[in-house]
C-alpha cells in the first residue's frame, strides 16, 4: 500500500509513472480511468492522489503496486540529492567535491540516489519473498560501499541487509586495523562502520547469521 508523503514526491511520481510508457495525460487517463484533468492536477501538485488512485494509475502502467512506496521513496531522495530538498534549485553545498563541477557533483548525487534506490529495491524483493540472497564477499560489498560518502555508506548498510553480515563486519574490523597506521581518517570510518554493522546484526539478525 503507498503512503501519503510530500505532495511534490507523489506529483513527480505521477508524472514518472506515465512517462516511463510513453503515453499522454489522456492516454494514462483512458488507461486508468481517472479523469484526465485530476491527472493534470496531480502532476501540477495541486492535488494529492489517495493511495487507492495512485495503486490504479501505477495497475494501468504496469508497474507492480509494492514497487510504488519504493518509487516514491527513491523520487524523494533524487529532489533532496538535486536541490538539497529545499526547492532552491541548487545542488546541497555537502556534495561537490572542491575539483567538481556541478555537472559532476549532479551525476555523484544522482548515482547516490539511484544506489539507494537499488539497495531499497531489494530490500523490498527479500521481505516479499521471505527468503534472502545469499550473503555476498565481504571485499566486493565494501567496493559498492566506497565510492559514497560515510554518511551514505551508513545509510546504505542500514537500509539493505545484505550488509549486515558477521563476515561484513569482522572484515571492517580488520581492515579499521590494518590501514590504521596509513590512513587514520579511513580507519575510524571502517570502525564506526563495523560499529554500526555489529548493532544492526544484534537488533535485526539474518537468519544465516551465528548467535
Avoid at 501505477?58 to 523520487?75: K, M, Q, W, Y
Avoid at 537488533?203 to 544465516?208: L, T
Amino acid at each position: 500500500m503507498a503512503r501519503a508523503g510530500d505532495s511534490q514526491d507523489l506529483a513527480a511520481t505521477v508524472t514518472l509513472l506515465r512517462t516511463l510508457r510513453g503515453w499522454s495525460k489522456k492516454q494514462l487517463a483512458d488507461a486508468s480511468g481517472v479523469d484526465k484533468s485530476r491527472i493534470s492536477r496531480y502532476e501540477l501538485g495541486k492535488e494529492t492522489p489517495s493511495a487507492r488512485t495512485l495503486e490504479r494509475l501505477a495497475a494501468a502502467t504496469g508497474l507492480p503496486v509494492f514497487l510504488l512506496e519504493p518509487v516514491r521513496a527513491f523520487i524523494h531522495r533524487l529532489r533532496e540529492s538535486t536541490v538539497g530538498g529545499n526547492g532552491s534549485g541548487t545542488v546541497p553545498k555537502a556534495f561537490p567535491q572542491p575539483d567538481e563541477t556541478p555537472k559532476q557533483a549532479l551525476g555523484a548525487a544522482l548515482e547516490r540516489a539511484l544506489c539507494q534506490a537499488r539497495a531499497e529495491l531489494k530490500l523490498q524483493a527479500e521481505r516479499s519473498a521471505g527468503n534472502p540472497a545469499p550473503p555476498l564477499d565481504p571485499e566486493t560489498l565494501w567496493e559498492q560501499l566506497r565510492p559514497f560518502a560515510d554518511a551514505d555508506r551508513r545509510l546504505l548498510v542500514r537500509n539493505a541487509r545484505e550488509y549486515q553480515a558477521p563476515l561484513f563486519c569482522e572484515w571492517l574490523g580488520a581492515e579499521s586495523l590494518r590501514v590504521s597506521a596509513t590512513d587514520p581518517s579511513q580507519a575510524q570510518e571502517l570502525a564506526e562502520l563495523a560499529n554500526l554493522v555489529a548493532e544492526l546484526i544484534r537488533h535485526h539478525p539474518r537468519p544465516d547469521s551465528c548467535s
